[in-house]
């Protein structure tokens, strides 16, 4: 999982898109529960997500909301993890995917589908956590289906 060190912070000033709470933290940071979602128009798809904790360290992380990004992505929640983030209907709950680049080899990105942020968009409540129909996906899916560059790239 690839983060950017806080003293990157001034390269990712702008405006908060979305600010909201994670109680529990992420997977390896469970001390940073306050998140913002940082929104810059010349890297969409991409958002950057910044966590940060009471001692003002901070990480990035980037993330997507994966909605017409990934095709067939149908991720479903356990009864339990929609209750503890008070999610009364599927259209409050707004789903962040992290995204692990390869400095290298950006074609190579690949979008954790197992392990979603979900935040309730009404509370301003998330929690990273595992989806119920994890099996179909996986936490290591590509980003570019690089198939088709190859084949070109062999025709050529």
């Known amino acids: 999982m690839k983060v950017l060190p806080s003293n990157h912070t001034h390269e990712l000033e702008s405006p ?8 529990q933290g992420i997977i390896g940071f469970t001390d940073f529960n306050h998140a913002d979602l940082l929104y810059f128009p010349d890297h969409l798809p991409f958002l950057w997500m910044k966590l940060s904790n009471d001692k003002n360290e901070s990480v990035h992380f980037v993330v997507l909301e994966p909605g017409g990004l990934i095709a067939n992505y149908s991720p ?8 503890s983030l008070k999610l009364a209907d599927p259209s409050e709950a707004m789903v962040l995917n992290i ?3 390869e400095q290298q080899c950006p074609l190579e990105a690949k979008v954790n589908l197992i392990g979603p942020i979900i935040v309730n968009r009404r509370t301003k409540l998330g929690r990273q956590l595992v ?17 088709s560059i190859e084949a070109t790239a062999a025709s050529a």
């Open 131 to 147: 989806i119920s129909n994890y099996s179909h996906y996986s936490a290591h899916h590509p980003l570019v289906d690089t198939s």
């Open 76 to 83: 479903e929640l356990f009864d339990d993890d929609a209750e």
């Open 16 to 23: 908060v898109a979305n600010r909201f709470t994670l109680p």
């Open 99 to 101: 995204v692990t680049l």
